[in-house]
Nanobody, 128 residues
Framework: DVQLQASGGGLAQIGGSLRLSCAAS????????AGWFRQAPGKEREGLSF????????FYTNSAKGRFTISRDNAKNTVYLQMNSLKPEDTAVYSC?????????????????????WGQGTKVTVSS
C-alpha cells in the first residue's frame, strides 16, 4: 500500500523551529516529486514548497520563502521541511504529497490537484 507518513509537528514557540518529516512507502519514491502543503483552520489548503525527484530543484511560495527549507533523502524515502522563525500564522496541519508527472511550469506544483499521493498531515501550533 502507498503511504506517506508525516511527523514532527507539535507545539513551537514564536521564533522557534520545527523539522517535519514525511516517510514514503509502497511506491518508487525517487520517481516522484514532492511538495509540502498546509491548511489552517477555516482556510483553504496552501502550497508551500516543492522539490523534484532528484532533490536538485526546489521552489517556495511566498509563505515559505526565506524561512522554510525543503529537502529529501531518497535513500531513506523521506522528504523534510525545516521551518525556522515560526509565526502564529504558521499554525496549521501540514501535509506532504508526491507527484509523478513533470509539469512544464514549476508553479503547477503549488496546486494540490496536481499530486498523486497524500499523507495524513501533522499539526503544528505556534504560540507564545
Amino acid at each position: 500500500d502507498v503511504q506517506l507518513q508525516a511527523s514532527g509537528g507539535g507545539l513551537a514557540q514564536i521564533g522557534g523551529s520545527l523539522r517535519l518529516s514525511c516517510a514514503a512507502s509502497g511506491f518508487t519514491f525517487d520517481d516522484y516529486h514532492a511538495g509540502w502543503f498546509r491548511q489552517a483552520p477555516g482556510k483553504e489548503r496552501e502550497g508551500l514548497s516543492f522539490i523534484d525527484n532528484s532533490g536538485g530543484v526546489t521552489f517556495y511560495t511566498n509563505s515559505a520563502k526565506g524561512r522554510f527549507t525543503i529537502s529529501r533523502d531518497n535513500a531513506k524515502n523521506t522528504v523534510y521541511l525545516q521551518m525556522n522563525s515560526l509565526k502564529p500564522e504558521d499554525t496549521a496541519v501540514y501535509s506532504c504529497a508526491t507527484a509523478r508527472q513533470r509539469y512544464k511550469y514549476i508553479y503547477y506544483y503549488t496546486r494540490s490537484a496536481n499530486y498523486d499521493y497524500w499523507g495524513q498531515g501533522t499539526k503544528v501550533t505556534v504560540s507564545s
